[in-house]
């Protein structure tokens, strides 16, 4: 070979070297990015290239080895991967990376034999391969070696102190490491350290690497901090638009905030992009346990299963779904198996769990995540005896972990165990300081600590005794006089005393939003009051702008306290709803009828299974309310069909740990299907019974014009095309065609309705209510025609004329409000007092939070002289507005007349609380106490009297008495 020739073919050598590199260079391009194919294909590219050099390059071959690897993992090519990697071994023995990569593929196939060799022939080639030292920790932990396996997670943070190392890779490693250790002994420094030193480190060796942005804000989202968490998840997307790991980091973060479509969404891509990732078929499993859809979770768990069988986390959800379709063990039978030898068997007739649970412990004594895990899914579904236990083993099991200590201090405060929530919540916090649920759960528990008590016979009012001492006391009594009511109606006692916690205004934060962090640990939730079943919380309403009936919510919430405990958290979401929602003894919402009207006839109606995750998944506030007004309806349903006791029978049903298709065989003797046929067919009866109310058109506006263009002799049709011309704005073209239609039919009630409100613009009332008379004359029944026409005559004070539409339109539409307030006002001006009564008692029926009616109903009743009916109202009243001093005045001048002096004692104390100068009040006080033997109260209040008003009279010859 000639100097020329030997240059020609180095020079060629280097040209195919160069390419490959190029090649590898640009294939973990598209990687990084998720170009995933692109990067396969230019894989491939650079096989061929590699395999025209003999011998190849041994570091580019295994780039390139590496590269194809992680591209199956990414994409759900585990058994290539694992092919690939044993094939690359073999042509390399000696490299330990590739040992290494073969534990990490063995042990998240769960083969973990297999792992623990590929382990040990990385570590013999090189002690300091950071990725086996990362495998072997894992698998320490899951043969219950937690003392080892610690070490091996130390192993990352003294190794970075000692190589400093610099390549992403290893940095990315060092940071799960690390973070590990630091979640087991507490060292919050190293959070910190990963997320804001070694996280950026990886990107500033390689801009590319998506993972230390999803590593950091996998961290964040782990402390609850999900604005930061978000900010890392996208622009880890940024680079990588298919990170599949991402997206479940995504779907975790929604259902965290109760968003679970969107949840399923970032799921179901997750598994477009890798059907076997493993966290992705776990995160699914969760939602669907979420959702009530525990057959459907089992299989999914299953599937989890056959990817790794031996996963901690996958046999968690597993074991969940057998103790949700099986029965929940008692306590004692838990104990017992976790005290068994590790050789026992179980007997041949032990429920599945049992199973599960006895093999796990055959190789794995200490199973920390799995009980921990398990125990939240159990927690979820309100299994809390189970999820305390599971708890308090993990704890004891593997101390390290502060997760556990976080959650049975959230758990203690859903169980009212405040005490004990207070000690393991602060022992959390010092574990783990970045916890934003355990920081808001102590801000809560120190709010509580300042509140005051009020205990009784069967509760313990929990009050902010600056702003609610009034409200607590009333509470306290209202519960203690529905008690006895409850306890009959379900012929059960829950155990111990129920602890209601009041919330108001404090530190510089809304009562909803101390409310909200006292149920979630996070300042939002839907409701002003809730259930855990052992204790109840609500939004105070002297706190709310809106106010409401508190005695409902009350009771609504104690119904849940009582089905939860009889039926041991059996019971489903809808039908402790629909308990609770009955218990009120309101009539249906409005906005139940509304929704009814613009849902039935549709056939939108949720199956009882459907029911339970719409409650804690609702896409809108429609769906939340609909899915009460429909549990609402199947309880009426079943009272109808099926008898006055029905609901007790289903109800003893699921105290028997019945599902509700069993349940509704057993009680009913019919099948699930047919109930729910049943149950449809009475919702459509009585959705044909609600007239009146506006529904949307089926017909988009250009539909509309579409058909009305194609007939326009059509006079309805050409009223409603109006009315909608005039809603987009279009006044002229409006008011020409509904003229045209008024010229034909002056009694077309869409087109009179549309000149009339183009009337109203100008003001001109007469001129409106001439256009609307043929209508009205004809005895239409257009709601919106009724209204104005209502509405216009009542501004003009023709209450005679205004009568008559009134009473005719509450005679068609009984269920709407606006005709008894409408009626009210009529009957009040036409000084028809008997009238009046009867449209007041029909509104506070009809809307429970109508304080203005309530009190119009007590003030009635005291100008007849109707004591006890004074006395009702002026109580009703006071459960929506309990710091009224006018009410208090007059039950407590009520209660004179009725001989009810400690009752007077009580309504003149509470009004001098709000209005301390009312000098009659205090006499009154003052009187009474004389009278009721209490000379020495008396005498103290008399005493204030003449002090803020000396020449009170009748204080005086009251001061002689004394």
Request: proline share 4%; glycine share 4%.
């Amino acid at each position: 070979m000639t100097a020329n020739t030997a240059f020609l073919q180095a020079a060629a050598d280097d040209m195919d070297s160069a390419d490959v590199k190029t090649l590898l260079k640009t294939a973990y391009d598209h990687q990084q990015h998720g170009r995933y194919e692109e990067s396969r294909e230019v894989y491939d590219k650079a096989t061929a290239q590699l395999g025209k050099t003999s011998p190849p390059n041994a570091e580019q071959n295994l780039k390139l080895q590496r590269g194809l690897i992680e591209l199956d993992r990414l994409t759900g090519k585990s058994r290539a991967a694992l092919q690939r990697v044993e094939a690359a071994i073999k042509q390399a023995p000696e490299v330990p990376l590739l040992h290494a990569i073969g534990a990490q593929l063995y042990y998240e196939s769960g083969d973990y034999e297999q792992a623990h060799q590929y382990v040990r022939r990385a570590l013999a080639l090189d002690a300091d391969q950071p990725l086996a030292h990362l495998i072997q920790a894992h698998l320490l932990t899951d043969a219950g070696k937690i003392d080892e396996a610690n070490e091996g997670y130390r192993w990352f943070v003294r190794y970075y102190n000692r190589a400093q190392p610099e390549d992403a890779e290893t940095l990315l490693l060092i940071g799960e490491g690390a973070t590990q250790y630091a979640r087991w002994n507490s060292v919050s420094q190293i959070f910190t350290f990963v997320i804001n030193t070694v996280c950026p480190d990886v990107l500033k060796a390689d801009p590319l690497a998506w993972q230390a942005a999803y590593l950091s804000g996998s961290i964040l989202q782990e402390k609850y901090n999900r604005p930061q968490a978000a900010d890392e998840f996208t622009a880890a997307l940024k680079i990588n638009p298919q990170a599949a790991e991402v997206y479940v980091a995504l779907a975790y973060a929604f259902i965290e905030g109760h968003e679970f479509d969107e949840a399923g969404k970032m799921i179901e891509r997750a598994l477009e992009i890798n059907p076997r990732l493993l966290d992705a078929l776990l995160t699914r499993c969760d939602l669907e346990l979420i959702n009530g859809q525990v057959h459907q979770a089992l299989k999914t768990a299953q599937s989890a299963v056959n990817i790794n069988a031996r996963s901690q986390l996958v046999l968690a959800r597993l074991a969940a779904c057998y103790l949700l379709l099986d029965g929940v063990p008692e306590r004692e039978a838990l104990a017992e198996l976790f005290t068994v030898s590790d050789d026992a068997e179980p007997r041949a007739d032990a429920s599945r769990f049992t199973k599960l649970t006895t093999e796990l412990l055959k190789h794995n004594p200490k199973p920390g995540y799995f009980l921990y895990e398990l125990a939240q899914l159990m927690e979820m579904k309100r299994r809390f005896v189970f999820a305390e236990f599971a708890y308090l083993k993990t704890i004891s099991l593997m101390p390290q972990l502060s997760g556990p200590k976080s959650s049975l201090g959230m758990l203690y405060m859903q169980m009212g165990k405040t005490d004990l929530a207070l000690q393991t919540l602060d022992e959390a916090f010092k574990s783990d300081p970045y916890h934003v649920r355990v920081s808001n759960m102590r801000k809560v528990l120190g709010v509580l600590e300042s509140y005051g008590a009020i205990v009784t016979d069967h509760f313990v009012i929990r009050y902010d005794s600056r702003a609610d001492a009034i409200l607590g006391q009333y509470m306290a009594d209202y519960l203690e006089e529905i008690y006895p009511e409850l306890v009959a109606q379900f012929g059960y006692e829950p155990p111990g005393k129920t602890q209601f916690e009041i919330y108001h205004d404090a530190k510089g934060l809304s009562a909803h939003q101390w409310f909200s962090a006292r149920m979630i640990g996070l300042p939002w939730i839907q409701t002003i009051g809730a259930s855990t079943g052992a204790v109840v919380a609500l939004t105070s309403p002297t706190a709310m702008k809106e106010p409401f009936n508190w005695a409902s919510v009350l009771k609504h919430e104690l119904v849940h306290v009582f089905t939860l405990q009889q039926t041991k958290y059996k019971i489903p979401h809808w039908f402790t709803e629909a308990l609770a929602v009955r218990s009120e003894g309101s009539a249906r919402p409005q906005r139940f009828n509304q929704l009814l009207v613009k849902r039935v006839p549709q056939g939108e109606i949720y199956s009882l299974e459907e029911l339970d995750g719409v409650f804690v998944r609702p896409k809108s506030s429609d769906n939340w309310n609909f899915a009460y007004c429909q549990s609402l309806l199947c309880a009426d349903f079943m009272v109808e069909e099926f008898g006055a006791d029905a609901l007790k029978k289903l109800l003893t049903s699921y105290q028997n740990q019945r599902s509700t298709e069993a349940a509704v065989k057993e009680c009913f003797q019919i099948s699930l299907e047919e109930f729910e046929k049943r149950y449809h067919a009475y919702l459509k009866k009585i959705t044909a019974s609600l007239k009146g109310y506006q529904t949307e058109s089926s017909r988009s506006f250009s539909e509309l014009k579409k058909a009305y263009e194609a007939d326009k002799e059509d006079l309805n049709l050409a009223g409603e095309y109006a009315a909608n011309l005039l809603q987009h704005r279009k006044k002229q073209e409006a008011r020409e065609l509904a003229q045209s239609v008024l010229s034909k039919d002056p009694a077309q009630s869409q087109a009179a309705l549309t000149i009339a409100r183009l009337e109203l613009l100008s003001e001109d009332l007469p001129a409106v209510l001439a256009i609307m008379q043929p209508a009205l004359k004809a005895k239409t029944d257009d709601v919106e025609v009724l209204e104005l026409a209502g509405k216009i005559l009542l501004k003009q004070k023709q209450y005679p004329e205004a009568l008559t539409i009134y009473e005719a339109a509450h005679k068609k539409y009984p269920y709407q409000t606006e005709w008894l307030q409408g009626l009210a006002i009529i009957y009040r001006q036409l000084k028809d007092e008997q009238k009046q009564k009867e449209a007041l008692l029909k509104l506070v029926h009809l809307d429970p939070a109508d304080v203005d009616s309530m009190l119009e109903l007590m003030y009635l009743y005291q100008s007849e002289g109707d004591l006890k009916q004074t006395l009702h109202w002026g109580q009703a009243a006071l459960q929506i507005d309990v710091l009224d001093p006018d009410t208090h005045e007059c039950l407590g001048e009520t209660a004179l007349k009725l001989k009810q002096p400690e009752l007077a004692i009580r309504e003149f104390r509470v009004l001098l609380l709000l209005d301390a100068k009312n000098s009659q009040a205090r006499y009154l006080l003052a009187n009474t106490l004389f009278e009721s033997g209490k000379k020495q109260e008396a005498e103290t209040e008399l005493d204030l009297l003449l002090k803020q008003n000396p020449e009170h009279a009748a204080g005086r010859k009251l001061k002689e008495k004394l």
